[in-house]
């Protein structure tokens, strides 16, 4: 009772974008470990029923607000109703190529949401936040594994979202010496939490690896077109890191108590320092799951790298954080998922 009663009052967690992808994931975490979790989205990319699953998994509530957050109205009524002390910020648009067709989308929704909600942080006095980036800030890599001291680039519009906001959040550091952020650089997200109720949910066809293998594996699409076998890589593939999407939400938890000690800027890179090929991405699938996954080699994608892992010492310096989850605990999830919902969060 007096438990309850104290996580009620306690200060909340507003996280923006919590139904996506990885904000279910984080707000699992985050409800687990005992905060109070607001989430605000507009349901561009989620649905509702995905937090719905994230209130079944841990037995607890979820403030919902459905809201853009360049809605300055609603971010203020949000922020003065309730005792928020800190911001996980992931809303966001991410695809690629779509950045590159409807670039003043991208411009808008991720710089002008990012400064309308760091407007309300500022007046409602919130200066612990943890920011979604992404590894796309270091282009085309000179050197691997990439350190967070690389040197950054844009090579798409989304790209150059990720560092503008970046650039904003260290700048707003340097005018408040109270500010306190974490951007964190995720490496490749993949995998899903172990109950396969929460996942990744592509609304068209994915454009990511790891969702088009599950998607072929299910049956949803014939085979998988790797990208080019002609990559300086070890079997000619493109190389990534990939990382758990549950190791990935527990860096969020470790960047918000850092921010919680530590004012001031860090950017931090979450990887497992790991490269996997596409090729070795399909034979770990294929051993973990059960499942033939066909393929056949197609033109490289245009904007692609060769290669690309981190080095992640400075998250477990910083954070104390480091990902524990193998590539066959990735695939096992991440099948689970697929398997339990071959249309998403979509009721078939
Ligand atoms: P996602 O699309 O699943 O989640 C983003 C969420 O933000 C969605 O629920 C969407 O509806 C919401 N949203 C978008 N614009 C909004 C707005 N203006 N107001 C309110 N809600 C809004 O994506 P994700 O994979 O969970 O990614 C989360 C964050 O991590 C994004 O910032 C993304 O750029 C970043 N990131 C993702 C990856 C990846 O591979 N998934 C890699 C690096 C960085
Ligand atoms: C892409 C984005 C990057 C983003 C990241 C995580 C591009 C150019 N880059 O990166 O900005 O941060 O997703 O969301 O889109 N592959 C295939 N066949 C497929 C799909 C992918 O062979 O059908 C290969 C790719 O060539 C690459 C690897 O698989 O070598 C991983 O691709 P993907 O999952 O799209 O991630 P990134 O290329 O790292």
Redesign the pocket.
């Known amino acids: 009772m007096s438990h309850s009663h104290s996580a009620a009052s306690a200060p909340s967690v507003l996280v923006?974008?919590g139904?996506?992808?990885?904000?279910t994931h984080t707000m699992v975490e985050l409800l687990n470990a005992g905060h109070n979790v607001v989430c605000?989205?507009?349901?561009?990319?989620?649905s509702p029923e995905a937090v719905r699953r994230v209130e079944k998994i841990t037995g607890r509530q979820v403030t919902l607000v459905e809201?853009?957050?360049?809605d300055t109205d609603t971010l203020q009524v949000l922020l003065s109703q309730r005792p928020i002390d800190r911001v996980i910020h992931?809303?966001?648009?991410?695809a690629v190529g779509e950045s590159v067709s409807r670039p003043l989308a991208y411009y808008d929704?991720n710089i002008g949401?990012t400064l309308a909600l760091l407007a309300a942080c500022q007046q409602a006095g919130v200066r612990r936040f943890v920011f979604?980036?992404?590894a796309t800030v270091y282009g085309n890599p000179q050197a691997l594994p990439l350190t967070e001291d690389a040197p950054l680039s844009a090579v798409n519009p989304y790209g150059a979202t990720k560092l503008m906001v970046e650039r904003i959040l260290e700048d707003m550091c340097h005018a408040d010496p109270q500010f306190a952020v974490v951007s964190l650089r995720?490496f490749?997200?993949v995998g899903a939490h172990d109950s396969g109720t929460i996942g990744e949910d592509p609304r068209d066809i994915p454009n990511?690896l790891f969702p088009f293998i599950t998607q072929v594996a299910v049956g949803k699409r014939p085979h998988l077109n790797v990208f080019g076998n002609d990559w300086p890589t070890h079997d000619g593939t493109g190389v990534r890191d990939y990382i758990h999407v549950v190791d990935l939400a527990l860096g969020h938890l470790a960047a918000l108590d850092y921010s919680a000690q530590q004012s001031g800027y860090a950017a931090v890179n979450l990887g497992t320092g790991r490269g996997t090929s596409v090729l070795d991405m399909v034979h770990a699938f294929e051993h973990a799951t059960g499942q033939r996954v066909p393929h056949v080699v197609a033109p490289r994608r245009a904007g692609d790298i060769a290669a690309c892992w981190a080095d992640p010492t400075r998250a477990e310096r910083l954070l104390n954080w480091r990902a524990q989850r193998s590539l066959e605990q990735m695939c096992a999830s991440g099948w689970t998922w697929q398997q339990g919902n071959p249309d998403g969060y979509r009721r078939s």
């Open positions: 923006t974008g139904a996506g992808y990885i904000g605000i989205d507009n349901f561009s990319n989620s809201g853009d957050i360049r992931f809303a966001a648009l991410k929704n949401g979604s980036s992404s995720y490749n997200p990511n």
